[in-house]
């Protein structure tokens, strides 16, 4: 299995406070993405990196912000969360164009 | 600019056969296939590349159609370990590699 954790793997709460998720990986694969996934949306792009520091939006980024300062850690940020922000996110590494990517196990996050 | 999947879900019984389309409005330069079980995280199945060449899955083919900007995965003589939601994803090319997936089919495999 790919070396990448997600953490926390649960998290609650409340509106307006801010929260940040972690993804690590060990593998030194170049590529790392957030998504969210919400029923009958399937997996949305956050934001996604293309190297340290290097990184962009995707197509649901508003309210989110990223950092990657080092090749292993890609941080997940919600300024100021909302209960829209309740979801599933998962972490997505790739070494190149046209391999395989590799997710982790997933935060639930429930903004109450 | 999602990739849109058709069906959203759908029902089988063992053994038999289901396709699972993915359409894109903008050019595709790669599609990824993977499944996702209940509760865990998505797992890939295969790529496949503009010129035809595929990367992936033994017992599962798909399809690239470049010009129309669709794949579509074939599952045969479907299996109770088939079910899962399948995602679709592309690749829009150049040095940031963007992969974008799309919005799911749900497949339920039954005895």
């Known amino acids: 299995d790919a070396g990448i954790t997600q953490s926390p793997r649960h998290k609650v709460t409340e509106t307006g406070t801010p929260v940040t998720l972690r993804c690590h990986q060990t593998?030194?694969?170049?590529?790392m993405y957030w998504y969210r996934q919400d029923p009958g949306h399937g997996l949305r792009l956050i934001h996604y990196s293309y190297g340290v520091k290097d990184t962009d939006k995707g197509e649901v980024s508003d309210g989110y912000s990223v950092s990657r300062s080092k090749t292993e850690d890609f941080l997940l940020t919600l300024e100021s969360a909302t209960s829209s922000q309740t979801s599933v996110y998962f972490c997505?590494?790739?070494?190149?164009?046209?391999?395989?990517?590799?997710f982790g196990q997933g935060t639930r996050l429930t903004v109450v | 600019q999602q990739p849109v999947q058709s069906p959203q879900a759908v029902i089988l019984r063992e053994g038999e056969d289901a396709v699972i389309n993915c359409s894109s409005s903008?050019?595709?330069?790669?599609v990824h296939w993977y499944r996702q079980k209940h509760g865990e995280a998505p797992v890939f199945l295969m790529i496949l590349l503009k010129g035809g060449e595929q990367k992936g899955h033994e017992k599962i083919s798909a399809s690239f159609n470049e010009k129309k900007q669709q794949s579509s995965l074939y599952l045969t003589a479907s299996q109770l370990s088939y079910s899962g939601t399948y995602f679709c994803?592309?690749?829009?090319?150049?040095?940031?590699?963007?992969?974008?997936f799309g919005t799911g089919t749900l497949l339920a495999v039954q005895p």
């Open positions: 593998e030194n694969h170049r590529y």
């Open positions: 997505a590494i790739a070494n190149g164009q046209n391999t395989e990517a590799f």
């Open positions: 994803g592309t690749e829009r090319g150049g040095a940031t590699n963007k992969l974008i």
């Open positions: 903008k050019a595709l330069y790669s």
